[in-house]
């Protein structure tokens, strides 16, 4: 993979030449663009994290933008902290405002509320339970995530409770309860957050532009505060993040877009990849740029993403700049239980002594066929990622987010971080870690436990151990990584459903190109001939296919030994899945976020005889409320 050469950086700053080392034409063609609105089609793997770093710092260097006015939003924590790192490289006497469009319209309400001396809100730590309460008798059927979604999809199109009924309607997005039901508990939802005084991700977009609204002051503060903007994935916004974007915008716009209508993926969260075409100055004096060079991918996995859309009659000028690699392997299976056995293979065989187990990922449509895929990898004793961090995690978070001031916060993470009582591994050693970032980034101005809270939520990039990546395809956006399989492209799940419409297939089609470019150095891909039953077949989708299926191999004794071992400890798995079902029904909570499937594995494989083994597994806080409940099932199960 191409790894762009860092600036020459002297004591006295990167000069502007010395930002543009190791660019290629179109790149150094979209770093030194005219001020003014620039938009910027960037393909897959054209670099445009760098592009979008070295336009920042080549304004800076050559004095046409203060980098205390600059701002860049990016749509993942991951991209803006990616960010942060290059520009600190270069060591300018100042830091610009880098985030997500929720944790930059956070930073802008909390400035705005502690500029009229009012106290911020604080943001919904479960919006399940808040808006089963406002269901009634509803929430015990079901559909609270489905309702949620549809109301997230109201804000997301600046729609008030009264008008959004009928605007879905209108959309065809299927509605979770009978339209005059819907206004109802959409309209309680809204008064109860009001009430006691919390609010959700979206409420921060939407009180930024509401205050603008009310007051021209506060948006002319912004634009005078933030003159230098720039956007990342911009292909993706929705009208909600676009009314925000207008906000900070003058009648004269210093804008940077990145973009590419071709991996345009969010409709169901409410973007509009049209918006792309209908940006500030599009058509009015912006200058545009191309970027088709692809530096991530080798050209066998470019042609083979490329000849996807086209399946599709969509097309992408994407040129692999690597050199010619692997092919594209395809694997056809009889059945899902064969699939699985193939990726495991594949898992297995792609870690080697220079590839480390997160350079792999598999990566799938539904969330569902996701989650048994990592049990089947963590069965055969392959390591997965998890961003779920558990109870030590939750309770450490909960101290720190209690703290009332910014003396309480510095000295509870110096108590963990300075004394050498914690380990780097301590659940309170990571979060002390990021309680100071947390400060660092906020270093003027009133802070707290609860606004540490909501930054957690909208702000901290949070790493993970070494593991296997087992994604969604929409999660795995803006991410790549050397060896990728994807999982399932067949009738069944590419494209999802019953996808008749036009667009909803097209960009189920720009879904499997986004899934097929993460994979930088080898890509394996698999379908079934039967899935849950059901007759499948390659995806539409697949631009060709194999017709071999794959012999089963004798798996190795170690997989053996597993499968003997699993044999033994299943009721107890199934003894703690049941209990797990019923207490998340009863409490209305997701069963992942009560008990980790990691957590569960490991129950089962050490047949904790304790409350204090259990607390040892899933942490204190959880082992206090269900340590004992928790023990009977698994002392029930095994016959103790």
């Known amino acids: ?178 339209p005059a039901r819907f206004t109802t508990v959409f309209t309680e939802y809204e008064k109860l957050k009001r009430k006691r005084g919390v609010i959700d991700l979206n ?71 049209e918006l792309f075409h209908y940006l500030p100055g599009i058509g009015n004096g912006a200058h545009v740029v191309s970027l088709p060079a692809n530096y991530r991918c080798t050209p066998e996995i470019v042609q083979f993403a490329v000849d996807t859309l086209a399946k599709d009659q969509q097309k992408a000028d994407a040129v692999s700049k690597r050199p010619s690699g692997s092919v594209v392997t395809l694997f056809r299976s009889d059945t899902e239980d064969e699939e699985l056995r193939i990726i495991r293979k594949q898992v297995q065989n792609a870690h080697a002594p220079d590839r480390r187990w997160s350079d792999i990922a598999v990566l799938v449509r539904i969330n569902a066929y996701a989650d048994t895929i990592r049990l089947n990898l963590a069965d055969a004793g392959i390591p997965v990622r998890s961003s779920r961090m558990g109870g030590a995690w939750a309770r450490a978070v909960s101290d720190a987010s209690a703290l009332t001031g910014r003396e309480e916060l510095a000295t509870w993470s110096a108590d963990i971080l300075d004394t050498g009582e914690y380990s780097p591994d301590d659940a309170d050693y990571k979060v002390g870690l990021l309680v100071r970032q947390f400060l660092d980034d906020n ?19 949070i790493a993970e151990a070494d593991g296997v990546e087992v994604l969604s395809f929409h999660a795995a956006k803006g991410r790549e990584w050397p060896f990728v399989v994807v999982a399932g492209m067949d009738k069944q799940l590419m494209p999802l459903g019953n996808t008749r419409k036009a667009e909803a297939r097209s960009e189920e089609a720009r879904l499997a190109y986004v899934a097929l470019t993460r994979a930088g150095d080898e890509l394996v891909v698999t379908w079934t001939d039967n899935r849950r039953g059901r007759s499948s077949g390659p995806s539409p989708f697949l631009p060709r296919v194999t017709t071999h299926i794959p012999a089963p191999d004798a798996p190795p004794e170690e997989l053996r030994r597993i499968a003997r071992a699993r044999t033994e400890y299943e009721p107890v798995e199934s003894a703690i899945r049941l209990w797990r079902a019923r207490i998340a029904r009863n409490k ?36 206090r409320r269900y340590g004992k409940e928790l023990l009977a099932v698994i002392n029930s199960a095994v016959g103790r």
Not at 85 to 111: N, S
Not at 447 to 454: E, I, K, L, Y
Request: hydrophobic content about 45%; overall charge negative.
């Open 443 to 461: 270093r003027s101005g009133t802070v707290n436990g609860r606004m540490f809270g909501s930054w957690m939520v909208t702000s901290a990039d």
């Open 588 to 623: 209305r909570v997701d069963p992942d976020g009560l008990l980790t499937f990691h957590h569960i594995r490991q129950l089962v494989r050490e047949v904790p005889d304790s409350e204090e083994a259990i607390a040892e597994i899933t942490g204190v806080f959880f082992a």
């Open 1 to 178: 993979m191409v790894t762009f050469i860092d600036p020459d950086i002297r004591d006295e700053g990167p000069t502007p030449d010395s930002v543009l080392a190791g660019l290629d034409a179109e790149q150094r063609t979209a770093v030194t663009a005219p001020v003014g609105v620039v938009v910027v089609r960037a393909g897959a793997g054209s670099g445009k994290t760098t592009v979008l770093t070295r336009r920042i710092a080549w304004r800076v260097a050559s004095g046409t933008a203060d980098i205390e006015r600059t701002m860049a939003i990016t749509f993942t924590r991951q991209a803006a902290t990616e960010m942060r790192t290059r520009l600190a490289r270069y060591h300018f006497d100042g830091r610009p405002l880098i985030g997500t469009f929720h944790a930059v319209a956070r930073k802008l309400m909390l400035q705005n509320l502690e500029d009229q001396n009012r106290r911020p809100p604080v943001i919904i730590n479960n919006r399940s339970s808040l808006l089963s309460e406002c269901m009634g008798d509803d929430a015990k059927r079901g559909g609270v995530n489905d309702v949620l979604a549809a109301i997230d999809w109201a804000h997301t199109h600046l729609l008030s409770p009264a008008a959004a009924s009928a605007a879905m309607k209108e959309a065809g997005v299927k509605m979770p309860l009978e």
């Open 203 to 273: 409420d921060f977009l939407i009180a930024v532009i509401e205050s603008a609204q009310r007051d021209p002051r506060f948006a002319e503060s912004i634009r005078f505060q933030y003159r230098h903007i720039s956007v990342d994935e911009a292909q993706d916004m929705n009208p909600l993040q676009y009314e925000f974007l207008k906000v900070l915008l003058p009648a004269n716009p210093d804008v940077f877009l990145v973009g590419d209508p071709n991996q345009a993926i969010y409709a169901f969260n409410g973007a509009d990849r």
